[in-house]
């Protein structure tokens, strides 16, 4: 059974940080690409940030370009978004997935809140 566990959400002031986590089991976590995905309300989800399989690659929408970066741990099974000078635009729920190829998901998170107060 697969499983992919965020932490790491919750309330931060604009300007802020947080740390997410994702910690996948059930997988063989080198063989995917990992995407971070947000959602807010009345809005599509979208995708954020991902990372190839090395984890070498990674690529980012727009609007987090030098405030956000994507990582992982393939000896932990785990990916990380650091998200640095938080806007209250960034307020969301935030998932991470599991991606064979660039487009597709196999595997959703259950989403973790991020809440940014100006």
């Known amino acids: 059974q697969v499983q992919l566990v965020e932490s790491g959400g919750g309330l931060v002031q604009a300007g802020g940080s947080l740390r997410l986590s994702c910690a996948a089991s059930?997988?063989?976590?080198?063989?995917?690409?990992m995407g971070w995905f947000r959602q807010a309300p009345g809005k599509e989800r979208e995708l954020v940030a991902s990372?190839?399989?090395?984890?070498?690659?990674?690529n980012y929408v727009n609007s987090v370009k030098g405030r956000f970066t994507i990582s992982r741990d393939n000896a932990k099974n785990t990916v990380y978004l650091q998200m640095n000078s938080l806007k209250p635009e960034d307020t969301a729920v935030y998932y991470c997935?599991?991606?064979?190829?660039?487009?597709?998901?196999?595997?959703w998170g259950q989403g973790t809140q991020v809440t940014v107060s100006s």
């Open positions: 997935a599991a991606q064979p190829t660039i487009g597709r998901v196999d595997y």
């Open positions: 990372i190839n399989r090395s984890g070498d690659i990674s």
């Open positions: 059930g997988l063989t976590f080198s063989n995917y690409r």
